[in-house]
């Protein structure tokens, strides 16, 4: 027997199909980001070499009016791999950075890597010019893996309601609790 869909039910369905192509998308992008996530994850077991703070300095990150303007902390540091002379900028692997006023800045800047610091570089073996001072990436990973898990479910519970939908048991509840009489 074929069953009648209203234009209503045609509608909502069109909507949980294409949240559901939409998920399936998102959910791809994180799975194609899991390698270098997981790369940048692995750096606390790269080698290390000793290198040296060159220059510091603040970038202007945000201004507005009436806001004070923010910055953000630069450091270039030099380091040798395989007798070769490298040059990095990246402090870590965080999602977002830290940004400062002015002053609170340069304090940061002074008191973490002043010009000349010896520091512990890390880089990657199989490419030596990919270096961090602070290793590991342990809020990517977390990031990361909340993406991959809400997306699957957003994904799955598109393809339940459009199932539903197609079906004509939109307006019936999920789950049916058991009546229960005094």
């Not at 069953?3 to 998920?23: D, M, R, T, Y």
């Not at 799975?31 to 000793?50: C, F």
């Not at 540091?77 to 002379?85: E, H, K, L, S, T």
Request: hydrophobic share 40%.
């Amino acid at each position: 027997m074929k069953q009648v869909h209203s234009e209503k039910q045609s509608v909502e369905a069109n909507w949980f199909k294409w949240l559901a192509i939409v998920g399936a998308v998102m959910f791809l992008a994180g799975v194609a980001a899991l390698p270098a996530v997981y790369r940048r994850d692995h750096s606390t077991n790269w080698p290390s070499t000793t290198g040296a703070i060159g220059a510091t300095g603040l970038k202007k990150t945000f201004e507005k009016p009436h806001l004070p303007i923010r910055y953000r902390a630069v450091v270039c540091y030099r380091y040798m791999v395989d007798g070769i002379q490298r040059v990095g900028t990246r402090i870590k692997f965080a999602d977002t950075f830290s940004t400062f006023e002015k002053d609170a800045g340069l304090t940061w800047l002074d008191q973490n890597y002043p010009a000349g610091k010896a520091v512990t570089v890390y880089y990657s073996p199989t490419d030596p010019d990919f270096a961090v001072l602070e290793p590991g990436a342990s809020e990517l990973m977390f990031i990361l893996r909340w993406w991959l898990v809400t997306t699957a479910c957003c994904v799955r519970l598109s393809a339940v309601m459009y199932r539903r939908v197609r079906r004509g048991q939109w307006g019936t509840p999920l789950i049916v609790a058991p009546r229960c009489y005094p």
